[in-house]
């Protein structure tokens, strides 16, 4: 083989292999990089560290890494006494923040599937055992419960990961003057709402609605009217596991979720108050659509009307104030054009289907105000560390999907390249910076870099100029506006669609200068944005994206429903403090849980976001714009610790754990890595600016 001499790198001793920091390397360089991750990978060492960053490898499989014990360990450790481990990453966030009195964050970023949520799992577990908390409220068993329930009402099931994340949460674990935690909360934050709705084919509802079908028996069934449930796979907003032991699992995990709450303390009326809001939905879906008449007289009802009484006895609401609910808004929007009868059944379920959205927005809203009643107390602090987990880049053409990556994609694409921008600057911009203020040269010849900025402003850029609407090519930059605000205006404009949408965007980013960062699709209704530094392109599939960008005014009949039910344990969840004083039902699971964390009433730029623009115009994207923000600013204002998380296989996410019988399944890493590491998806995401 004849090799290029500039394609040829300089090679380590072997003795460095098994190195715990890279940047220990003699020769650093990406070759090297890799075969050190590799060679760590095969050894069992998931852990590797580069600098400050903490680099995870997800290892497909269960290993005996994290326990009580392990945990005593890392306890009290500097930084340079302890090995690559999520626990020493804590330790050391832990450590700055009682140094400094400055609060932390620990930040996980990565590829969905690649194991973010489990490390977040891992550092919250540490810090709760080995800082402590006041009179043991916060204890190990209460942070299991905590995940359990955030697994049940956020995570699905999607072709990238059999238990993904579906929306962002930031946990704030505050801190007293001796160090142990003296309040603890969480926040959730752009969760997938449309999930809620209508299934497309072969997707997944969040794993409660499943688990509260297989798992409620007895006097709970009876109560909910759940005693019959047909086994075909045909709801439209809740999906049933066909297989015996599926529903044998989904049933063991509710029995779980059910437990997590008696763990925490919570009112089991409140708890049941939620069941029946999860229950009325599955009973909306059975209760369906019909037109009644034709013509100018034409109405819309529900098909089922004895479904339909069960939900609404289950909601403590008359029928009557159920379907007005549903049905009595102005469905058409402002960006519609005028609507014929024939639209009318499509329009009568989008209306069900934004009801059903909002009830269970309430639900998740209700589940994170009882969290943090359990976990958030008054005691004085002085510092916090916040814990970030948020849906990883997405990307469904990396496992064969031919549909597209979706709107909702498009947000967990976009704050993934924020966070990206994010660890650029705190980690190149900044310290270069300094050096330049300290007046200190340092070697920059043959160094390459990528920056996520020009991708960001692409999605992002805010508009400068009121412009009219236009499609000519030669827009000053002045004039440019992204993605979001582009998506935005067109929902706002009469008679506009996606077509329109996709005109628009090409007038804004159809030029040379940014088809390294866009790119049309030949089919219709596509789009490339080159995500990751270039690395990972992303095919998005606009369907429906002018009108989801325009929050259906049935989505906030939920809470106005709610509130005035006639059953007192649903009623109590919206009346008075536990959820209104958090904003989160106001905005419809925009956000919920802003009450409690003292870190967050110090930095209040989530808060101030939701007092926008966007959400007075009810527009989703500059909701999403606007949260992004003050999710990045909270940060910024915290000393930021970087855990990347890393696929070794496409399909890693959907890697079983246990095997059938309950034992650890470790016959995934007995495959030697040159069969299991596929290089080059590795080499993608440690090394973007790579070629």
Excluded at 151 to 170: H, I, P, V, Y
Excluded at 466 to 474: T, W
Aim: overall charge neutral.
């Amino acid at each position: 083989m004849t090799v290029d001499e500039d394609d040829v790198e300089k090679m380590n001793s072997p003795s460095l292999d098994l190195i715990e920091d890279i940047c220990e390397l003699k020769h650093l360089n990406e070759a090297s990089l890799l075969h050190c991750l590799r060679q760590r990978y095969a050894s069992n060492l998931i852990y590797t560290k580069a600098g400050p960053i903490l680099l995870v490898v997800n290892p497909m499989a269960p290993l005996s890494l994290y326990s009580e014990k392990v945990v005593s360990m890392f306890r009290g450790c500097k930084t340079e006494d302890m090995p690559p481990h999520i626990y020493s990453l804590a330790q050391t966030a832990y450590r700055t923040m009682l140094e400094t009195r400055r609060d932390q964050s620990l930040v996980f970023m990565g590829r969905s599937g690649s194991g973010k949520t489990t490390s977040f799992r891992h550092a919250l577990y540490y810090l709760a055992l080995a800082a402590g908390s006041y009179n043991n409220f916060l204890n190990a068993e209460k942070v299991n419960s905590v995940n359990a329930i955030l697994e049940a009402f956020g995570n699905t099931k999607t072709c990238l990961n059999s238990n993904a994340t579906r929306l962002t949460q930031l946990l704030s674990l505050d801190f007293d003057q001796t160090g142990q935690i003296a309040s603890a909360s969480i926040q959730v934050l752009l969760p997938e709402r449309q999930r809620a709705g209508r299934r497309l084919p072969n997707e997944h509802s969040f794993h409660i609605m499943t688990r509260l079908l297989a798992g409620a028996c007895g006097s709970l069934q009876k109560e909910l009217h759940l005693e019959s449930i047909p086994s075909e796979d045909n709801h439209p907003f809740v999906s049933l596991p066909q297989k015996l032991e599926d529903r044998q699992r989904s049933a063991a995990e509710f029995v779980r979720t059910v437990q997590a709450f008696e763990t925490l303390n919570i009112n089991p009326r409140a708890v049941r108050g939620i069941w029946s809001i999860l229950a009325s939905i599955y009973h909306l879906g059975l209760a369906g659509v019909t037109i009644v008449g034709s013509g100018p007289t034409a109405r819309t009802q529900f098909a089922n009307p004895s479904a339909a009484r069960r939900a609404a006895a289950l909601l403590g609401v008359s029928l009557e104030d159920l379907s007005g609910a549903a049905f009595n808004v102005n469905a058409s929007g402002s960006s519609s054009p005028s609507k014929t009868l024939s639209d009318i059944p499509d329009l009568a379920w989008e209306c069900l289907e934004a009801l059903v959205i909002g009830l269970y927005s309430e639900a998740l809203a209700a589940a994170i105000a009882l969290i943090n009643k359990a976990i958030c107390t008054s005691a004085h602090t002085i510092a916090s560390i916040i814990l970030i987990d948020t849906p990883g880049f997405q990307n469904p053409a990396s496992c064969g999907s031919q549909t597209g990556a979706t709107l909702s994609d498009l947000k967990h694409n976009y704050l993934q390249e924020r966070l990206q921008l994010l660890f650029h600057h705190n980690t190149l911009v900044a310290p270069r910076d300094r050096y330049a203020q300290e007046l200190v040269e340092i070697e920059t010849e043959g160094m390459s870099e990528t920056n996520p900025g020009p991708l960001v402003s692409l999605i992002d850029k805010a508009p400068q100029n009121h412009v009219v609407r236009s499609s000519q090519r030669d827009l000053r930059e002045q004039d440019r506006r992204g993605l979001l605000w582009l998506l935005d205006e067109e929902s706002i404009y009469p008679n506009s669609n996606d077509d329109t949408f996709l005109e628009r965007l090409f007038s804004h980013y159809g030029d040379r200068e940014h088809q390294t960062l866009l790119r049309k699709c030949n089919g219709s209704k596509q789009f490339v944005l080159q995500h990751l530094q270039g690395t990972n392109p992303v095919l998005y599939m606009v369907n429906g994206w002018v009108r989801n960008s325009r929050e259906h005014p049935a989505i906030r009949n939920a809470g106005s429903l709610l509130q005035d039910s006639s059953r007192d344990e649903i009623s109590r969840l919206y009346i008075g403090s536990l959820t209104r004083s958090s904003g989160g039902i106001v905005f419809c699971g925009s956000f919920a849980g802003l009450e409690g964390t003292h870190s967050l009433r110090r930095v209040s730029s989530i808060r101030r976001s939701f007092t926008s623009a966007g959400v007075k115009r009810n527009s989703i994207m500059l909701q999403v714009k606007f949260t992004v923000d003050g999710i990045i600013d909270t940060l910024r204002r915290t000393g930021t610790h970087f855990v990347h998380c890393y696929l070794l296989q496409h399909n890693a996410g959907q890697q079983p754990t246990f095997s059938a019988s309950g034992s650890p399944n470790t016959s995934v890493l007995q495959t030697s890595s040159e069969e299991l590491v596929n290089i080059p998806l590795l080499r993608s995401q440690v090394c973007p600016s790579s070629p």
